[in-house]
């Protein structure tokens, strides 16, 4: 049971990219519904994995190191899916020029990833940053990422769009690389 949790965690890793590579290219017409579609794929697997990983005995060192490589790369790929794909629910409901009418917000949506750019980078190196510190047994690293993210991003977040993407952005994310690293976590018990 363990060498199916990991072959469904390695699957999930390599279909978010796939995925995400497939929807990102046709970013600006996919709708919501390919966004959510498609981050549906990993969080199934994942959930899959973590139900395998609980049926069977502790796992031995190998298979934990296995593991925890396709947690990283699950992380990784599957949290950009994830995280757009909530973004995009978000949006809905929103007119073409988003908060604007409220809140004088020059931005058009919080899914727009002009909003804050370099989102996609800092996002992967987010979730790699909450793997590693959570597979090394330093969950106190969580704060340090993080930290360093928050300090980064502080002088956009005054744009109501801007901190609106940071706060989902960044918990979808982290949660997600959670979840990843949860599975790991499943097969030590």
């Not at 579609?37 to 959930?47: E, I, S, T």
């Not at 973590?50 to 502790?58: E, N």
């Not at 793997?131 to 106190?140: D, I, K, Q, R």
Request: glycine content about 12%; charged content about 15%; cysteine-free.
């Amino acid at each position: 049971m363990n060498v199916v949790a990991v072959i469904l965690l390695a699957t999930a890793g390599v279909t978010g990219a796939v995925a995400w590579y497939a929807v990102e290219h046709r970013r600006s017409d996919a709708p919501t519904s390919a966004w959510l579609a498609a981050a549906a794929v990993p969080v199934v697997l994942v959930g899959a994995a973590a139900l395998f990983g609980r049926s069977g005995a502790p796992a031995d060192a190998a298979v934990r190191d296995l593991a925890s490589a396709a947690a990283v790369v699950t992380a990784v790929t599957g949290g950009s899916l994830v995280a757009t794909a909530l973004l995009r629910v978000a949006d809905r409901g929103r007119g073409a020029l988003g908060d604007d009418a409220v809140t004088g917000d020059a931005t058009m949506n919080v899914s727009d990833p002009q909003t804050l750019r370099g989102g996609t980078s800092i996002g992967a190196l987010e979730r790699i940053g909450v793997a590693v510190t959570l597979l090394a047994g330093w969950p106190e690293g969580l704060v340090l990422v993080l930290g360093v993210k928050g300090l980064g991003r502080y002088p956009e977040l005054r744009r109501p769009a801007a901190a609106e993407r940071f706060i989902i952005g960044t918990l979808a994310s982290v949660l997600w690389a959670v979840a990843a690293v949860g599975v790991v976590y499943t097969l030590r018990t």
